[in-house]
């Protein structure tokens, strides 16, 4: 059984850098995708940024492209998420989770999640 936990999220200003991390316990296969997904105040949960974890190739939403980047650890099991130039519109809770099945973007897709870590920015 694979668990996710979330850190890293935390107050920070327009224009700010933060990096988000998730530490997994269990197996990663290869073939899995691991995500980071964001939901903000009043909105749905979305896709910000999955990664392949046998390759390392990075997907992208549109909105983040270009200011986040997204990396994975085998040796320590890890995905974490650079975010550059910040802004106020990136503050939510922000979640990785597990897609065993290959490259994917829908949050229904995926299991398990993490806990979620708060990112908030406001001048």
């Known amino acids: 059984q694979v668990l996710l936990a979330e850190s890293g999220g935390r107050l920070a200003q327009p224009g700010d850098s933060l990096r988000l991390s998730c530490a997994a316990s269990g197996r990663i296969y290869s073939s899995h995708f691991m995500g980071w997904f964001r939901q903000g105040p009043g909105k749905e949960r979305e896709f910000v940024a999955g990664i392949r974890w046998g390759t390392g190739k990075g997907y992208y939403a549109e909105s983040v492209k270009d200011r986040f980047t997204i990396s994975r650890s085998t040796a320590e099991n890890t995905v974490d998420l650079q975010m550059n130039s910040l802004k106020v519109d990136d503050t939510a809770v922000y979640y990785c989770?597990?897609?065993?099945?290959?490259?994917?973007?829908?949050?229904?897709?995926?299991?398990?999640w993490g806990q979620g870590t708060q990112v908030t920015v406001s001048s």
């Open positions: 989770a597990l897609n065993r099945g290959g490259y994917a973007t829908s949050p229904t897709t995926f299991d398990p």
